[in-house]
């Protein structure tokens, strides 16, 4: 599966991240649900819901991808 998602390199304001979520949302094709980005003073915590640690990995490197920011964390439920 090749993900088409472009990078942001943003100055991370709620509205630019909700963006990137709905972008990431629909990229992923329902994948990963309740996609949440959470920024950190040191980077960005994945939050959600995956049927599978696939689908948790294709949301991480899609966010890697998509943001100049770190991943602090993956918090997103596999299940």
Do not use: C, W
């Not at 329902?30 to 994945?46: A, E, P, W, Y």
């Not at 995956?50 to 964390?73: C, E, F, G, N, W």
């Amino acid at each position: 599966m090749s993900l088409e998602v472009f990078p942001v390199r943003l100055d991370p304001s709620p509205d630019a991240l909700d963006r990137v979520e709905t972008r990431l949302q629909n990229e992923l094709n329902g994948r990963v649900r309740n996609l949440q980005l959470v920024l950190h003073d040191r980077g960005i915590v994945l939050r959600g819901l995956a049927r599978t640690y696939y689908s948790k990995q294709l949301a991480q490197h899609a966010v890697m991808d998509a943001l100049d920011l770190p991943i602090i964390a993956n918090e997103i439920e596999v299940g």
